[in-house]
C-alpha cells in the first residue's frame, strides 16, 4: 500500500486548507486511514481517523469542531478539512493507513494510536501563522 499526501501550504489565523490523501496498491486489505501531525520539537499527534466500510469517524481533542474528515471510497481518497486554523496547527500532517486485523474491535482500540497503522505517507506541510 502506498500513500500520497497532497495539498499542504501556508495560510493566515483563521483560514481553512483542504489536505488529501490517496491510497494506491493492495487498498482491500486496510480498514481506515488517518491523520497525524508532528511540530517541531514535538512528538507526533493524532489528529483524526475514518473508516472505509461504515465512514465512522474520530478525532483528536485539540482538532474536534474545527477539523472534518471525509473519504471518496470510489478514489481510495481521505481528506482532512481544516476550518479555523491557528499557529498550534502547524505541523507537518502525515496520513497512515491499516488493516487493524480486519476488525471492528480493533480498529476502535487502536485508530488513536500510531502503532495501529502500517502504512504511512510522505508527510504534507502545513503552516499557520499570526
Known amino acids: 500500500v502506498q500513500l500520497q499526501a497532497s495539498g499542504g501550504g501556508s495560510v493566515q489565523v483563521g483560514d481553512s486548507l483542504r489536505i488529501s490523501c490517496a491510497e494506491s496498491?493492495?487498498?482491500?486489505?486496510?480498514?481506515?486511514m488517518g491523520w497525524f501531525r508532528q511540530a517541531p520539537g514535538k512528538e507526533r499527534e493524532f489528529v483524526a481517523v475514518?473508516?472505509?466500510?461504515?465512514?465512522?469517524?474520530h478525532y483528536g481533542e485539540s482538532v474536534k469542531g474545527r477539523f472534518t474528515i471525509s473519504r471518496d471510497n470510489a478514489k481510495r481518497t481521505v481528506y482532512l478539512q481544516m476550518n479555523n486554523l491557528k499557529p498550534e496547527d502547524t505541523a507537518v500532517y502525515y496520513c497512515?493507513?491499516?488493516?487493524?486485523?480486519?476488525?471492528?474491535?480493533?480498529?476502535?482500540?487502536?485508530?488513536?494510536?500510531?502503532?495501529?497503522?502500517?502504512?504511512w505517507g510522505q508527510g504534507t506541510q502545513v503552516t499557520v501563522s499570526s
Open positions: 497512515a493507513s491499516g488493516s487493524f486485523g480486519g476488525s471492528y474491535y480493533a480498529f476502535h482500540q487502536l485508530r488513536g494510536f500510531q502503532r495501529g497503522y502500517e502504512y
Open positions: 496498491g493492495r487498498t482491500f486489505s486496510t480498514y481506515g
Open positions: 475514518i473508516s472505509w466500510s461504515d465512514g465512522s469517524t
